[in-house]
Nanobody, 124 residues
Framework: QVQVVESGGGLVQPGGSLRLSCTAP????????MAWFRQAPGKEREGVSL????????NYADSVKGRFTISRDNAKNTVYLQMNNLKPEDTAVYYC?????????????????WGQGTQVTVSS
C-alpha cells in the first residue's frame, strides 16, 4: 500500500544534467532508507545510489561516483538524484525504492516498495 512515485526523467545530451525526484503521496518516507536503481533494455537492474533515513549516510555505484548525488528532504518527503555529466550508458528506466530499514546495502531484495520508473535517455 506504500506507493512511491518518480519524476524528472527525460531526454538530455551527453554531458547534460537531470534531477530525478521521488515522493510518496500518502506515506512518510523519513524512517526508510531510500535508493535509486536503473534498468536498461536487455540488462539487469542495478543499484545506483542509496541514502539512509537520516540523509547522513550515502552509497554510490562506482559507475556514477563523482557524477551523481543522492539527497533527501524529509520535511518535503522527497528524495532526489542529481545526475551530472550524463553519458549514453546512463540511459535506462530509473526506479525509486524504499526499505523498511533505516540503512541497508544497495541490493534489490532489501527494498520493499518501488515506483513505476521514469525514463532517462542520454543521446545526441
Amino acid at each position: 500500500q506504500v506507493q512511491v512515485v518518480e519524476s524528472g526523467g527525460g531526454l538530455v545530451q551527453p554531458g547534460g544534467s537531470l534531477r530525478l525526484s521521488c515522493t510518496a503521496p500518502t506515506y512518510t518516507l523519513r524512517f526508510y532508507a531510500m535508493a535509486w536503481f536503473r534498468q536498461a533494455p536487455g540488462k539487469e537492474r542495478e543499484g545506483v545510489s542509496l541514502i539512509g533515513a537520516s540523509g547522513r549516510l550515502t552509497n554510490y555505484a562506482d559507475s556514477v561516483k563523482g557524477r551523481f548525488t543522492i539527497s533527501r528532504d524529509n520535511a518535503k518527503n522527497t528524495v532526489y538524484l542529481q545526475m551530472n555529466n550524463l553519458k549514453p550508458e546512463d540511459t535506462a528506466v530509473y526506479y525509486c525504492a524504499a526499505s523498511n530499514l533505516e540503512y541497508v546495502e544497495l541490493v534489490e531484495w532489501r527494498f520493499d516498495y518501488w515506483g513505476q520508473g521514469t525514463q532517462v535517455t542520454v543521446s545526441s
